[in-house]
């Protein structure tokens, strides 16, 4: 009873369904294709060896080596996964090592796009 009115409870529904969270870890390429409401979809990214990185107005591909910082949890940190904002150490084809801030959301989006950080 609230405020008088009797209301009768109901089963979840399809659309209320909730799911975990994808956890993207470093390692060999690993992607789920994933159906959303209104028959779309996303691609989740499970592991990434490579970021794809923006450097002096140019594109790169970056190997990651690891997570250096994470404003969202600090427990992944420890446990190297990547969310959006994370602080990646990664490695350029020329060998140098830089910092890199993920800009893309890898759980939504299927892949890690970094700036400088």
Known sequence: MYHGKITKAHKKR???????????????DKRKII????????????????????IDKKPV???ILTVAENPANKDFIRRNIITKGA???????????????????PGQDGIINAVLA
């Open 87 to 105: 602080i990646l150490k990664a490695k350029t084809p020329e060998g140098s090592e830089i910092n890199l801030k993920v800009t893309s959301r």
């Open 14 to 28: 399809k659309y209320a369904i909730g799911r975990g969270a994808a956890e993207t870890t470093i390692g060999g």
């Open 35 to 54: 159906r959303v409401k209104g028959d779309g979809s996303k691609v989740r990214l499970t592991a990434a060896k490579y970021a794809n990185a923006i």
């Open 61 to 63: 591909r970056c190997e």
